[in-house]
C-alpha cells in the first residue's frame, strides 16, 4: 500500500499537537482554505509515493517521541493509508493526532473515514478560515477548528472536546528574560 507524502517524517515537533511528536506531512488536499499555511501540499499528484511500511520503519527508528500527527494536506483523503500507520503507531505506544480539514460530523458517516477515526485519539477538525484567524489559540489556527476527544466522542455519542484546550491561550504572565544564556 502506498502513500503519498509532502515531506519527510518530521520529529521533535512541538507545535503540531501536545508533547514531542512526529509529523507526517500527508499530500493532496481538496480544501484549498485561503491563507493555509501549507498551500504546496493540495496538489494530489505532487509529493512523493512512498510504501507504508516505510513510513511504519521510519517511526520505529524515531527515538523519544510522545506520539504522530497526520497533517498535510488532508490525511482523511489517504484514509486507508493513514489507518495502517495509526494502527502501527498505537502498538508502539505512540498517540494519534490527526489535522483535517473535514469536520468529525461528516467523518463519522464515511465508512473508510470512521475506521480511520476509530484510530485517532485527538482531531482537529473544521477548515481553517482566514477570517476566524487566532493566534491565540492551543493547536488550531482558527477560532472554528475543534480539538476533539474521539475516543470520548465515539462513546458518549457526540462531540467532546479536550477541555484544556478550550480556552484561549493565557498570556497574563509577562515574559522574564533568564538571567543566564543558554550556550
Known amino acids: 500500500m502506498k502513500i503519498r507524502l509532502a515531506a519527510d517524517l518530521q520529529p521533535d515537533s512541538i507545535v503540531d499537537g501536545e508533547g514531542v511528536r512526529t509529523v507526517i506531512w500527508t499530500q493532496g488536499c481538496p480544501h484549498n482554505c485561503i491563507g493555509c499555511h501549507n498551500p504546496s ?3 494530489f499528484n505532487d509529493g512523493i509515493l512512498v510504501d507504508v511500511n516505510y513510513v511504519i ?3 520505529k527508528t524515531i527515538k523519544n517521541q510522545d506520539g504522530i500527527t ?3 494536506g488532508d490525511p482523511v483523503c489517504q484514509s486507508t493509508a493513514c489507518l495502517k500507520i495509526c494502527k502501527e503507531a498505537h502498538k508502539m505506544g505512540l498517540n ?3 489535522y483535517t480539514g473535514f469536520t468529525y460530523e461528516t467523518m463519522i458517516n464515511n465508512p473508510k473515514h470512521l475506521a480511520l477515526l476509530k484510530e485517532i485519539d485527538v482531531l482537529v477538525d473544521g477548515k481553517f478560515i482566514l477570517e476566524e484567524k487566532s493566534y491565540d489559540l492551543y493547536f488550531r489556527g482558527s477560532k472554528n ?3 476533539i476527544d474521539v475516543k470520548k466522542s465515539l462513546d458518549e455519542e457526540k ?3 479536550v ?3 478550550i480556552d484561549k491561550k493565557d498570556y497574563s504572565n509577562n515574559y522574564e528574560k533568564p538571567s543566564y544564556l543558554f550556550i
Open 159 to 161: 462531540v467532546v472536546l
Open 41 to 43: 501540499t493540495h496538489d
Open 96 to 98: 494519534v493526532w490527526c
Open 163 to 165: 477541555e484544556k484546550y
Open 57 to 59: 520503519d521510519e517511526l
Open 145 to 147: 477548528q475543534r480539538i
Open 70 to 72: 497526520l497533517s498535510g
